[in-house]
């Protein structure tokens, strides 16, 4: 079935700095790629998605690309503020189902 | 809030009880779903549901069921808990178009 690899699983960075996070997928009928963010406690939210028709995605201070050739999808955060720290995961849809397929989470710890 | 609701929002029972998790959604989304959560594995989809009565198991379906009698409610049952079923269960909701929405998890503890 779908397999969803995330790397790294903790990434450490210093205030304003930038961070990227990876993930790569096994079915090539994918065609749905969101990302999640997970604070402390609370539940996962929606931050950014990107469809396969499209390379790449900007939404303020993130964006997301996608390599489908590859198979592989990144997130990056730039100017990194306190408040980015929290889990965040990647997931790509199953093909022919309205389902999701997770990676292992990345716990982002910003650094003051 | 975000329209999903889960109760109970903690819960703690013995070995070998059943227990019965509810989501409820006031969105009239298609589809739900019951995801748990364990440190190291993410998500895991457990089962889900694409209409009123109509459900299909995950990749962690063993020990678990489901029911889905209304579109608003989507409920898990453990028949028999056992301590591997500790985690955090979470229902999330979707439209088939836009990414899921989740529900603030149910907390579980097996003891």
């Known amino acids: 079935g779908e397999n969803v690899e995330q790397h790294p699983s903790t990434l450490s960075v210093q205030e304003g700095d930038s961070a990227v996070i990876k993930c790569t997928y096994s079915?090539?009928?994918?065609?749905?790629f969101p990302w999640y963010k997970q604070e402390l406690g609370k539940r996962p939210q929606l931050i950014i998605d990107?469809?396969?028709?499209?390379g790449e995605k900007k939404d303020q201070r993130i964006a997301v690309t996608l390599n489908k050739t590859a198979k592989h999808f990144s997130l990056h955060i730039t100017e990194t503020q306190p408040e980015d720290s929290a889990v965040y995961f990647c997931?790509?849809?199953?093909?022919?189902?309205?389902?999701?397929?997770f990676g292992q989470g990345t716990r982002l710890t910003i650094n003051p | 809030d975000a329209g999903i609701t889960q109760s109970p929002r903690h819960k703690v029972t013995e070995t070998g009880t059943p227990v019965t998790l509810r989501c409820h959604q006031t969105?009239?989304?298609?589809?739900m779903y019951w995801y748990r959560q364990d440190p190291g594995h993410g998500l895991r989809l457990i089962h889900y549901?694409?209409?009123?009565?109509?459900?299909d198991k995950g990749e962690v379906s063993d020990g678990y069921s489901v029911s889905r009698s209304k579109t608003e409610d989507f409920l898990l049952t453990l028949e028999s808990a056992t301590s591997s079923q500790t985690s955090v269960y979470f229902c999330?909701?979707?439209?088939?178009?836009?990414?899921?929405?989740f529900g603030s998890g149910t907390r579980l503890t097996v003891v």
């Open positions: 549901s694409y209409g009123v009565k109509d459900t």
């Open positions: 999330a909701i979707s439209d088939g178009y836009y990414g899921y929405t």
């Open positions: 990107i469809r396969s028709n499209v």
């Open positions: 997931a790509a849809s199953i093909q022919g189902a309205q389902k999701l397929v």
């Open positions: 969105e009239n989304h298609r589809y």
């Open positions: 079915d090539s009928a994918s065609n749905y």
